[in-house]
Every structure is written in C-alpha cells, then in structure tokens.
C-alpha cells in the first residue's frame, strides 16, 4: 500500500533556529500534500495544502512566512519552522494524496517538534 | 458550516462489547466520509471510510452507518480489543475545496 515517510520523527530546538521537516512518498507519486498541525489530545488542523510545482495554499490564520512550505518534486514536500519559538511546539504531520485533491489519504508518522 | 461534531470525547468499553461513535456535519457539499484510527506519537490511520450513496459499509469488525438525510454517520466496533484502544477521528471531505475536515477525536479505551 502507499506508504508516507515523515523525517525526523522528533527534533528539539532553541528558539529562533529553523527547522525543516521532510515528507517522502515512498511508492507513489503525490501530486497534492498536505501539512496538518495537532496539539496534545486535539484534532489535527490543517495549515496548508501543497501541490507539486507551484505555491502552498495556507490555511486562514497560518503565517506562510513563519511555516515554509515546498513541494519540489512528486515525492517530497518540506515544511520549515522558520525562527522557531515555544509556541510552534507541536506535532506536525503531513499527508499525501495520489489524486489531485483529499480523496484517499495516507499519513505519515508525524514529527514532534519542541522547541526550548 | 465546515465543522464535523464528533461524540463522545472519551468511551470506555469492556473487551467484547461494541465502541460506537457518532459524527454529524451541515455541509452538504462533503461527498466522502473517512474514519481514521491513530495512536499515541504515531499518524492517523485510514480505516475505513463511505460515500453518501451507501448507507452502510463493513470491513471485518468495523461498521460504517451513513444517514444522509440526518447527516450524520457512526463507526462501530464490534467485538472491542483492548488492541483497540486508541483515538478515533471522523472525516470529511468538502468536494469544493479538496480538504479534509477533521472531527475532534474520541479517545476509546477497551478494558479486558
């Protein structure tokens, strides 16, 4: 089946460094990815809707300069936490999809990131 | 109008007895219907999900029921295991804009 590879599982920061988090489909190609954020024992959000090629689509309320997103080739797609602080502390999970839109997704494991 | 209302926060069941969780939305343009199971530091999980033109969808011991007309629709679990345990989150996804809205969860604890 298809299989969503997130990188790295955990990452610890200072505050004002920048993170980047990778997201790999393995065995397909995703044309659209989606990055969620989800806080302790609360849904997951989604921040933004990424399509090979071209610029992310952010949700409302979602800084694009603060949570960088590429989508550089079928398989990968980045997030960076750019000038991370406490707040940003979370766990980030991206999602593929072999279609152009939300139809069957497959997530990856997600990344917890702290940041002190 | 984009929220999905999900209930019961938390369920407790014993080991044998059926989980059943509930999901409502308004949106009529949601035109996919996916549950998704996910463990504690780990992603969501696709577990089994419907179409409005199915009012009922079963895959081993899990049951999908689908009311349009109500619009609302319910996972149930049958014959829990403790290996159930997890958190269980109702989804939908709005054909007009290609995204997934999630419920707010339900954390399911089945005891032996």
């Known amino acids: 089946g298809a299989v969503v590879s997130q990188h790295p599982s955990w990452v610890i920061c200072k505050s004002g460094t920048s993170v980047k988090i990778e997201c790999r489909s393995l065995?397909?190609?995703?044309?659209?990815m989606f990055w969620y954020r989800q806080f302790p024992k609360q849904s997951l959000m989604l921040m933004a809707t990424s399509n090979e090629g071209s610029k992310a689509t952010y949700e409302q309320g979602v800084e694009k300069d603060k949570f960088l997103i590429n989508h550089a080739s079928l398989t990968l797609s980045t997030l960076t936490v750019t000038s991370a602080h406490p707040e940003d502390s979370s766990f980030y999970i991206c999602s593929a999809s072999m279609d152009s839109g939300a139809n069957v997704l497959t997530f990856g494991a997600g990344s917890r990131l702290t940041v002190l | 109008q984009q929220q999905v209302k999900q209930s019961p926060q938390s369920l407790i069941v014993q080991k044998g007895g059926i989980s059943i969780i509930n999901c409502a939305y308004e949106?009529?343009?949601?035109?996919?219907f996916p549950w998704y199971q996910q463990f504690p530091g780990k992603g969501p999980a696709l577990l089994i999900a419907i179409r409005p033109d199915v009012s009922e969808k079963k895959e081993g011991r899990f049951t999908i029921s689908f009311n349009k007309s109500a619009k609302q629709f319910s996972l149930h679990i049958m014959d829990s295991q403790p290996g159930d345990s997890a958190t269980y989150f109702c989804a939908a996804r709005d054909y007009n804009t290609d995204k997934l809205i999630f419920g707010t969860g339900t954390r399911l604890q089945v005891f032996p």
């Open positions: 949106n009529t343009a949601f035109d996919y």
């Open positions: 065995d397909f190609q995703a044309t659209t």
